[in-house]
């Protein structure tokens, strides 16, 4: 199994800026002749949504809602993934999850096989 753990989240006002970080026990994925990677996020009373998927292709797609303000990376020699988050929103207020699996998806259109925990981006007004 692929082990991912975020890091990063915190409190912010709107209009700034945050990166997170997921670690991965294994980058590129054990076993994928092909991989995608992403984050999503699940605000309070919410369904969890895709926000950006990156494949090991380098093809990366955005929700509607972050692009251009949000861009992800990924740095294999650390085995990390990142998400720099900019001109945050109050609706950004969510917990962030990084996600991995193989195959090559989109977001909206993805459902991975590993999760990592979360990390909880608090985005006041």
């Known amino acids: 199994d692929v082990g991912l753990m975020e890091s990063g989240g915190s409190s912010v006002q709107a209009g700034g800026s945050l990166r997170l970080s997921c670690a991965a026990s294994?980058?590129?994925?054990?076993?994928?002749?092909?991989?995608?990677s992403g984050w999503f996020r699940q605000a309070p009373g919410k369904e969890r949504e895709g926000v950006v998927v990156?494949?090991?292709?380098?093809?990366?797609t955005y929700a509607r809602s972050v692009k251009d303000r949000f861009t992800i990376s990924e740095d294999t020699a650390k085995s990390t993934l990142y998400l720099q988050m900019n001109n945050l929103k109050p609706e950004g207020t969510a917990m962030y999850y990084c996600?991995?699996?193989?195959?090559?998806?989109?977001?909206?259109?993805?459902?991975?096989?590993?999760w990592g925990q979360g990390t909880q981006v608090t985005v006041s007004s």
């Open positions: 996600a991995a699996g193989p195959g090559w998806w989109e977001v909206g259109d993805w459902v991975p096989d590993y």
């Open positions: 294994v980058y590129p994925y054990s076993g994928a002749g092909t991989y995608s």
């Open positions: 990156i494949d090991s292709g380098g093809t990366t």
